[in-house]
């Protein structure tokens, strides 16, 4: 299994930028596709980007499509979400999740592993 933490939420003004860290620990972290979801009072989890094991494909949702980037450095263990342009509609708790599979999955459910979650808030 391994073990995910986030890091990096806070407050932010609308239009500003914060990128988001989840730090794996356990078994291998290359062995595992990541995704980063988020949720808000009320709300379903909603996913936003998923990435596989070795980086090279990459899926985002529509919503966050040419503001979000997600990457990761497997050398650190390492999973980033870079987020631009943010909105107020963007406040939520972040979570990342982790899963030994191959495709790349966008249904919470088939992601086994999960971090505590950061807030992140948007003010206008």
């Known amino acids: 299994q391994v073990q995910l933490v986030e890091s990096g939420g806070g407050l932010v003004q609308a239009g500003g930028s914060l990128r988001l860290s989840c730090a794996a620990s356990g078994r291998t972290f290359s062995s595992y596709a990541m995704g980063w979801f988020r949720q808000a009072p009320g709300k379903e989890r909603e996913f936003l980007a998923a990435?596989?094991?070795?980086?090279?494909?990459?899926v985002y949702a529509d919503l966050v499509k040419g503001r979000f980037t997600i990457n990761r450095d497997n050398a650190k263990n390492t999973l980033y979400l870079q987020m631009n342009t943010l909105k107020p509609e963007d406040t939520a708790v972040y979570y990342c999740?982790?899963?030994?599979?191959?495709?790349?999955?966008?249904?919470?459910?088939?992601?086994?592993?999960w971090g505590q979650g950061t807030q992140v808030t948007v003010s206008s």
């Open positions: 990435i596989s094991r070795t980086g090279g494909r990459t």
């Open positions: 999740a982790a899963d030994p599979q191959l495709g790349l999955y966008i249904i919470p459910n088939e992601y086994h592993y």
